[in-house]
């Protein structure tokens, strides 16, 4: 097994000495201490006590930001599908550390504000890139993607409570599921930049193939330059 890292044990004294404590209790030395490290050592690793509890926000959103801006046109929503599970797979890679984090931030006001601004931030990611794909539309197309951008997020938040409480065995494919019933709200409003083409955004589905085939069969007869989303 690897060595805990200086930031790790960090991260686990801080957590347990919130349990035993309190958070407003525990201050940066008590921390420090409590992991057999120096003042200045917990200081180049967090820049104060609040960013002990909170995964790298800015890593995480460059991350989304980058899978985002490495899309297409006409894979623009595959693009926010992969950004979402990008940000649910770090909660869950962090594991007990992310339980403790939600049951901490359940009981502390603060940190439930700053929690508050980080989804903030991830809504205004999506909903930056969600108005330029829809650039080009009527005038409502700045409403559409602050509401589509709203259901994203809130379609990642409830499949993570889900899985932070215990509730949810398999959260990757909830939230692929998820972001399906989310996505097909929408799809079928989107700007059409090829007249005559039709767009079909699919989703992995436990389905038969054989009990499919009528289904896309039909949405592609509706006409051209329909968008259509295959049910999974």
Same mark, same amino acid.
């Given at each position: 097994m690897d060595k805990p890292t200086a930031r790790d044990r960090l991260a686990q004294a801080a957590f347990d000495l919130f349990n035993e404590r309190g958070?407003?209790?525990?201050?940066?030395?008590?921390?420090?201490e409590r992991a057999g490290l120096s003042r200045a050592t917990f200081f180049r690793h967090?820049?104060?006590?609040?960013?002990?509890i909170f995964p790298d926000h800015d890593r995480l959103l460059t991350q989304v930001?980058?899978?985002?801006?490495?899309?297409?046109?006409?894979?623009?929503?595959?693009?926010?599908?992969?950004?979402?599970?990008?940000?649910?797979?770090?909660?869950?890679?962090?594991?007990?550390?992310?339980?403790?984090?939600?049951?901490l931030t359940s009981t502390v006001p603060a940190l439930r504000d700053r929690e508050i601004v980080s989804v903030a931030r991830y809504q205004r990611l999506f909903r930056e890139f969600i108005a !330029?794909?829809? #650039? /080009?539309r009527p005038e409502n197309s700045a409403l559409q993607a602050e509401l589509m951008a709203a259901a994203v997020v809130s379609a990642h938040n409830h499949v993570l409570r889900r899985w932070l409480r215990g509730e949810s065995p398999d959260p990757v494919h909830e939230v692929d599921e998820a972001l399906r019933q989310v996505i097909s709200l929408f799809a079928a409003r989107a700007? !059409?930049?090829? #007249? /005559?083409?039709?767009?079909?955004?699919?989703?992995?589905?436990?389905?038969?193939?054989?009990t499919l085939i009528p289904a896309i069969q039909t949405l592609l007869e509706t006409g051209p330059g329909n968008g259509a989303a295959v049910p999974a």
């Amino acid at each position: 097994m690897d060595k805990p890292t200086a930031r790790d044990r960090l991260a686990q004294a801080a957590f347990d000495l919130f349990n035993e404590r309190g958070y407003e209790q525990t201050t940066v030395d008590d921390i420090a201490e409590r992991a057999g490290l120096s003042r200045a050592t917990f200081f180049r690793h967090y820049p104060s006590k609040e960013d002990v509890i909170f995964p790298d926000h800015d890593r995480l959103l460059t991350q989304v930001r980058d899978r985002l801006r490495s899309s297409s046109h006409g894979t623009a929503l595959a693009a926010v599908s992969d950004a979402v599970r990008l940000v649910l797979l770090h909660y869950l890679d962090e594991g007990d550390l992310a339980r403790r984090r939600y049951a901490l931030t359940s009981t502390v006001p603060a940190l439930r504000d700053r929690e508050i601004v980080s989804v903030a931030r991830y809504q205004r990611l999506f909903r930056e890139f969600i108005a !330029e794909w829809m #650039a /080009g539309r009527p005038e409502n197309s700045a409403l559409q993607a602050e509401l589509m951008a709203a259901a994203v997020v809130s379609a990642h938040n409830h499949v993570l409570r889900r899985w932070l409480r215990g509730e949810s065995p398999d959260p990757v494919h909830e939230v692929d599921e998820a972001l399906r019933q989310v996505i097909s709200l929408f799809a079928a409003r989107a700007p !059409e930049r090829n #007249a /005559g083409g039709t767009t079909v955004v699919a989703f992995q589905t436990s389905q038969p193939l054989e009990t499919l085939i009528p289904a896309i069969q039909t949405l592609l007869e509706t006409g051209p330059g329909n968008g259509a989303a295959v049910p999974a």
